[in-house]
């Protein structure tokens, strides 16, 4: 060997002897073996600090049960796909088999790694994290039939021969999954079983904006309570009333948590929302109280609600005003939904399965309807037609007098027979259903995903043209041609309604607010559910179609007859007086006598 390099090793060797001497070893962590042996039988797992002296005092008695490995069990329903685990005993995924998302995935409303269930159980000798720990249950992997249901029972040891246990009842069908907990833990009784339920809602429908605008959390008391629904910013709510339910509401789907006898108590609800975020609509927050009496005595029993909000299976379920997650409108509106429109729609649903047809029976059913009063308001504006040439002479003859012009109105109104007014009140009568639509049909989940002609899912918008910018007030990204059709359509019966109608003196030209307003609506409802707007476009050309057919049927020489004989019974006194008719006589006598006044009035002053 060269004699360098043997100085160069011999050199190296005395570094590392002396390294090792001179260096002090640090002091080594106990082995995981070791942490086992002292902690014998632990029953908590990864302990956050806030919880540390509570959970090791529960981990280190002798009566908590052996760590074990975290293991799923996998139920399977006819209608989800539910996955427990033994960690916390809690649902940790649930499926639902018969729903996708909009870009034809499963559909998860408890998805793993985006819900978290946490309960904090209070013991005489402090709160203990149920969620931490290891539960034990015989229940096995099975698919329950349709008209069975499975007990799936979790159980954990609690310090002192004590225990809590956990039970959920999985039905064969439907998306109600029954809850309970008991526990035989002394004292405590005064307080509550703190649960807190934090849920990223995925994006299950196409329109991320859109779906920030309307998804929230229910919670009902002695009425609905929601949480404001901001797509930009945080939402929070507190209520020291008991609650009886509440849901965590997507815009078709709920994940919800019902109580049977004994309230949630101190509840708190928040949503978070990052609108920078393209994968996550909001993340809500929930913090309800369980009356720890009611878990002493077994009846701490509750109901998940884990399904689409459809108006027919929240009616079903056994809590009061469930059915009020399904938004059917105002108060004034909402009876013409429930017992009408819903039930005609789902009526209409056993005969035809496309939902485009369905769209244009149900439109046709409606207008059929409430065709005697479309023949009124037509007759209506004939009778007014046929008095526009004398009004306009009423008109020339006081162009700078409005209540001399009013009341020589009001005098040939009475004469003929005429109401104003009549014309008016069949259009005003059929306006509730075309707003109950507007409510509805936003909130239908049967149309979702239906499609028709070029909309892939009439339960929101067709984007028939793609834009390469973003159009402000809720216009969007794209353009509808249902909504292009539904205001070309408003704007041909405006034309037509024109035609047939005599201009009314005031000083807004009605008839060019009658080509303004589809214009507006237009930029409104360009983002709505495609199936609104094909609903109005239907509702404009039968309309014109109805009014056409009406006119075939309208003699306008034997309307003029009738009027000439009003006028002529009238002046004899022969025909009887209308309440209408009534209502003029004492406007035009209050009229007068005002009159009168005034120029007394006058003359006063001026001799004066």
Not at 470 to 475: A, E, H, I
Request: hydrophobic share 40%; net charge positive.
């Amino acid at each position: 060997m060269d004699k360098n390099f043997i100085i160069g090793l011999v050199l190296i060797m005395l570094m590392l002897i002396g390294y090792q001497i001179l260096v002090p070893k640090p002091v080594e962590p106990a082995p995981v073996e070791q942490v086992k042996t002292v902690t014998s039988k632990p029953s908590v797992q990864s302990p956050t600090a806030s919880d540390s002296t509570n959970l090791s005092a529960q981990s280190t008695d002798s009566n908590s049960v052996a760590q074990v490995a975290p293991k799923d069990l996998v139920i399977e329903t006819n209608d989800t796909r539910i996955v427990f685990s033994n960690k916390g005993g809690i649902m940790k995924e649930v499926m639902l088999k018969k729903y996708k998302t909009y870009d034809q995935k499963p559909l998860y409303l408890i998805a793993e790694n985006h819900n978290s269930f946490r309960i904090n159980f209070p013991t005489a000798t402090g709160d203990v994290r149920l969620t931490d720990m290891f539960f034990t249950t015989e229940a096995q992997n099975q698919k329950v039939g349709e008209k069975d249901s499975l007990i799936v029972t979790y159980r954990a040891p609690l310090k002192g021969n004590q225990f809590v246990e956990q039970t959920y009842v999985v039905h064969g069908s439907g998306y109600v999954i029954d809850y309970g907990i008991k526990s035989n833990a002394t004292g405590s009784s005064d307080k509550l079983v703190q649960l807190d339920w934090n849920n990223d809602l995925l994006q299950l429908e196409n329109d991320m904006h859109k779906n920030r605008e309307v998804v929230t959390i229910n919670y009902y008391t002695d009425d609905l309570q929601s949480l404001a629904t901001s797509p930009t910013a945080t939402e929070e709510e507190k209520t020291a009333e008991p609650v009886k339910w509440f849901t965590i509401k997507h815009k078709y789907f709920l994940a919800g948590l019902i109580a049977d006898k004994h309230p949630f108590g101190n509840v708190a609800v928040r949503a978070d929302v990052n609108p920078a975020d393209s994968t996550i609509v909001k993340t809500m927050h929930v913090s309800a109280g369980i009356p720890m009496s009611a878990v002493q005595k077994g009846e701490a029993n509750y109901q998940f609600f884990l399904g689409p909000n459809d108006y027919h299976l929240v009616d079903k379920v056994k809590a009061e005003n469930f059915d009020q997650n399904v938004y059917l409108g105002y108060a004034f509106l909402k009876p013409i939904n429930k017992f009408f429109l819903v039930p005609l729609f789902n009526f209409l649903e056993k005969f035809v399965s496309n939902y485009g047809l369905l769209i244009i029976l149900l439109v046709i059913f409606v207008k059929t309807i409430l065709t005697p009063l479309t023949y009124k308001s037509y007759i209506s504006m004939a009778k007014m037609r046929l008095l526009a040439p004398e009004l306009e002479q009423i008109r020339s003859q006081n162009p700078d007098d409005m209540a001399k012009q009013q009341q020589d109105q009001m005098k040939l109104y009475q004469e003929v027979g005429v109401s104003p007014l009549s014309g008016c009140i069949p259009v005003l009568a059929t306006m509730p259903i075309l707003f109950s639509l507007f409510f509805l049909f936003p909130n239908l989940i049967e149309l979702r995903q239906q499609p028709f002609l070029w909309a892939s899912d009439l339960s929101t918008y067709d984007s028939f043209i793609k834009l390469p910018f973003t159009v402000p007030f809720g216009v969007g990204n794209h353009i509808s041609l249902f909504t292009v059709l539904m205001t070309a359509s408003s704007i041909g019966y405006a034309y037509y309604n024109n035609q047939i109608t005599p201009t009314q003196p005031g000083p807004v030209n009605m008839k060019v607010l009658g080509y303004i307003m589809p214009l507006m609506f237009m930029f409104v409802l360009n983002s709505f559910p495609a199936g609104l707007t094909f609903y109005y476009f239907v509702s404009n050309v039968v309309t014109i179609a109805q009014q056409l057919l009406i006119k075939r049927f309208v003699n306008e020489d034997k309307i003029r007859n009738i009027l000439e004989e009003n006028r002529k019974k009238n002046a004899n006194g022969e025909k009887k007086q209308t309440k209408f008719q009534k209502y003029l006589e004492k406007s035009l006598q209050a009229a007068e006598e005002a009159k009168k006044k005034q120029a007394e009035l006058e003359k006063r002053s001026k001799k004066k």
